[in-house]
């Protein structure tokens, strides 16, 4: 049974990496390139599009406009698609700003309505929205149910899980790890909820104990065991 179970796994693995390569080739016929600076918007909250978008190279987050600032809601890497949902709501209520200098593909609600008429196409950006709300799901028990010092531990952990196969700067360690990371200070107070004086506090905390440090654009994790514990198991 667990040859058969182990088995059953490989070919899903494969036939998903088979319908995902072909999501590509036919995202790419029927998109145009486009490249954008640090700090350009994708998307434009208020702002109606016609057009879905996947990133190509570069780092962008989703943010959410506030009567009093903003709140950082998701983290897009390469390969990952942009304002799906705008096939079926318009105008968007988020801002997608580049984090980084970026490339990405648009292709218009038209085209993408025709490649859908493949069912594996159609399956396969069916699991790309599943896989946001998964994460988004995650932000927010981890917003309403950690402290400061927890929630900082498991969202560094997070964005290190996600960014780390996108990145040059890998450490060497059992125990330590880095990843660039192109959030200003406020942009992940915003991400965390916290006001800049109460994350520098929690961050010198989290230093202070031995689990991370910093360097100019990057996050250094010196023991993720000692940071998993900070985050109470929470991404155990």
Known sequence: MNDLTSEAGVLVREDTARI???LQRAFARESTRLFGDRGREIVTAGVASQHVF???CGLACRQRPL???QAILDLYLPGDFIDLDSLFFAPP???VLALTP???WALDHAALNRLMREPRIALQLMRQMAEERRRLDTIAILMGKLKAPERTAALLLLLLRRLKPASCDVATGENQASASLPLTQQQLADYLGLN???LNRTLGALRKSGALR???GSIIIKDVPQLKRIAHRFLA
């Open 20 to 22: 995902e390569w072909d």
């Open 54 to 56: 996947q990133l190509k």
């Open 67 to 69: 009567p009093e600032g």
């Open 93 to 95: 209520l988020d801002t």
């Open 102 to 104: 970026v490339n990405y």
């Open 196 to 198: 800049t004086i109460y």
């Open 214 to 216: 910093f360097r100019k």
